[in-house]
């Protein structure tokens, strides 16, 4: 029960998600064939918050939810998977329309073949922790 301002936040960020149509297959199509700014205007705002609450967790302003700061650990080399795995997950995120988190979105307003796409989702996941210690990290 001590956690459920983290449900509410949840529950909220869906709101917002879903009413600024970030969820939605055609905007996300959009984005892919360069004919509208709606999404990069979204991203781009993500990642200018993303770089200021950066900021604030280096500098120990911001705790976890138990009170202590957020370790920050140093950069790895990689630049070369960064690059595959963004691509990966870039060719993903074309094909099937949403990206992870507005999976649970899309199937909360009730688009029930996105249960494919979370399944699949979910044994990717599965197939990455049976094999990760096999992988290059």
């Known amino acids: 029960m001590k956690n459920i301002k983290f449900l509410i936040i949840g529950i909220l960020f869906g709101i917002v998600l879903s ?7 055609y905007r996300i199509y959009e984005m892919f064939k360069f004919q509208s ?3 990069y205007g979204i991203i781009g705002s993500a990642v200018v918050i993303g770089v200021i609450l950066f900021y604030f967790f280096k500098k ?11 370790a920050i650990e140093p950069k790895k080399k990689g630049f070369a998977r960064t690059i595959l795995g963004g691509t990966v997950f870039g060719l993903g995120w074309g094909i099937i329309g949403a990206c992870p988190g507005p999976m649970f979105i899309i199937l909360g307003r009730g688009v029930w073949a996105i249960i494919v796409v979370i399944i699949g989702g979910l044994l990717g996941a599965m197939l990455y922790h049976a094999l990760k210690k096999y992988l290059p990290h």
């Open 19 to 25: 009413k600024a149509e970030v969820i939605s297959w």
């Open 37 to 39: 700014f709606h999404m």
């Open 60 to 70: 120990g302003s911001i705790k976890n939810y138990k009170g202590q700061p957020v």
